[in-house]
């Protein structure tokens, strides 16, 4: 009797560190995105070069299966995937990342250099998503909507 009350106040406190991190990781934010470097890739993709904010109250992690949506009101400019990132704990930190690019459905590198050109930010927005990794722990990482404009204007 006495071994399984010691059981349940372990998953008690083990459910409360839980609950948590989750917490945590919720207050993550992305405080700035640079472009560093870009290069084409062929006639639909880019490779490019990240410098990208992130302030996380949360321990460390890794974030994996980085992906994303460059997007131009409802249309899909460009869709991202970056490799894996350590992600330090308790900091705020600009991580250079590496990122491969192509360009949305019905685009063309052309009309993505021709979108680019305009000086309205306003207008374009990020999807990012991630799933961070404490061990073999896991919580998918959802930041939609975010204003590109709002990310290329911030400093860190």
Same mark, same amino acid.
């Given at each position: 009797?006495?071994?399984?009350?010691?059981?349940? &106040?372990?998953?008690?406190?083990?459910?409360? #560190?839980? #609950?948590? #991190?989750?917490?945590?990781?919720?207050?993550?934010?992305?405080?700035?995105?640079?472009?560093?470097? &870009?290069?084409?890739?062929?006639?639909?993709?880019?490779?490019?070069?990240?410098?990208?904010?992130?302030?996380?109250?949360?321990?460390?992690?890794?974030?994996?299966?980085?992906?994303?949506?460059?997007?131009?009101?409802?249309?899909?400019? *460009?869709?991202?995937?970056?490799?894996?990132? *350590?992600?330090?704990?308790?900091?705020?930190?600009?991580?250079? &990342?590496? &990122?491969?690019?192509?360009?949305?459905?019905?685009?063309?590198?052309?009309?993505?250099?021709?979108?680019?050109?305009?000086?309205?930010?306003?207008?374009?927005?990020?999807?990012?998503?991630?799933? *961070?990794?404490?061990?073999?722990?896991?919580?998918?990482?959802?930041?939609?909507?975010?204003?590109?404009?709002?990310?290329?204007?911030?400093?860190?």
């Amino acid at each position: 009797m006495r071994k399984e009350l010691v059981h349940i &106040v372990l998953l008690l406190m083990l459910a409360v #560190c839980a #609950c948590g #991190c989750a917490n945590k990781f919720r207050q993550i934010k992305f405080t700035s995105i640079a472009l560093e470097s &870009v290069s084409p890739s062929g006639l639909k993709a880019l490779d490019a070069v990240l410098d990208l904010g992130i302030d996380n109250p949360a321990p460390s992690f890794n974030l994996r299966d980085i992906r994303g949506d460059l997007m131009k009101d409802t249309v899909n400019v *460009a869709h991202f995937t970056a490799e894996d990132v *350590a992600i330090a704990g308790k900091t705020s930190k600009v991580y250079r &990342v590496p &990122v491969r690019g192509s360009v949305g459905k019905g685009l063309s590198l052309l009309d993505l250099a021709y979108l680019a050109r305009s000086t309205d930010m306003s207008q374009y927005t990020v999807n990012l998503y991630a799933r *961070a990794y404490m061990g073999e722990i896991g919580k998918d990482l959802a930041f939609e909507g975010i204003p590109l404009e709002s990310l290329m204007n911030s400093k860190e």
